[in-house]
């Protein structure tokens, strides 16, 4: 498949290819997470997803439908206080931070990132674009834009 427009405007499938950029209108929590499962299928175990845009985007419902099509055990869950979500028993595991709370790059560093990084783990981080400085090249950026009850997202996959 090189193609990754859907046939006709049609149905997205979680098999679709993701191309390195683009854009997705997402009219509903379901969609949102639907999207996000077609990052799941699609992306290299050890991706790093920044995952940026406003209060209430969209961006836990995305990390939702990305860990539940891997078959992670548990809910995906918002890490706002906790800053880091481990989800085990998927095809690889996920790592889900929220950097909303943090005050500085030292304290992305006292979460274990060096080490997440070298793991091998899929990250998913919220608020990503907080510590520009410490998303590695190759990752995956998504802005998640709302209007009204939909969301638009738009990615790129940096250099
Ligand atoms: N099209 C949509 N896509 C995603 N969420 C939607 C949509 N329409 C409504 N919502 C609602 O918006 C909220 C999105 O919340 P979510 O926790 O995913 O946001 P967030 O970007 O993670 O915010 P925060 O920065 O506070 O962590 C949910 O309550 C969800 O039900
Ligand atoms: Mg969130």
Redesign the pocket.
């Known amino acids: 498949m090189t193609n990754a427009k859907p046939p006709h405007g049609g149905l997205v499938t979680n098999e679709m290819p993701i191309p390195v950029r683009g854009e997705a209108a997402?009219?509903?929590?379901e969609?949102?997470q639907a999207l996000g499962a077609r990052f799941a299928h699609a992306v290299d175990s050890g991706a790093v997803l920044s995952l940026e845009?406003p209060?209430?985007?969209?961006?836990?419902?995305f990390v939702k439908g990305f860990a539940a099509a891997l078959g992670c055990a548990a809910e995906a869950s918002?890490p706002?206080f906790t800053l880091v979500h481990e989800y085990a028993g998927g095809r690889t595991p996920v790592i889900h931070f929220?950097w909303?709370r943090l005050d500085g790059a030292e304290e992305v560093a006292g979460l274990g990132w060096e080490d997440y990084l070298a793991g091998g783990e899929t990250l998913l981080v919220?608020?990503g674009d907080r510590f520009p400085e410490v998303i590695p090249s190759g990752a995956w950026r998504l802005r998640?834009e709302i209007n009204g009850?939909?969301?638009m997202v738009r990615w790129e996959r940096t250099a």
Request: hydrophobic letters at 25%; proline letters at 8%; charged letters at 20%.
């Open positions: 997402c009219p509903t929590p969609a949102t845009g209060l209430g985007a969209g961006k836990t419902q918002s706002t929220d909303y919220e608020w998640f009850d939909a969301r």
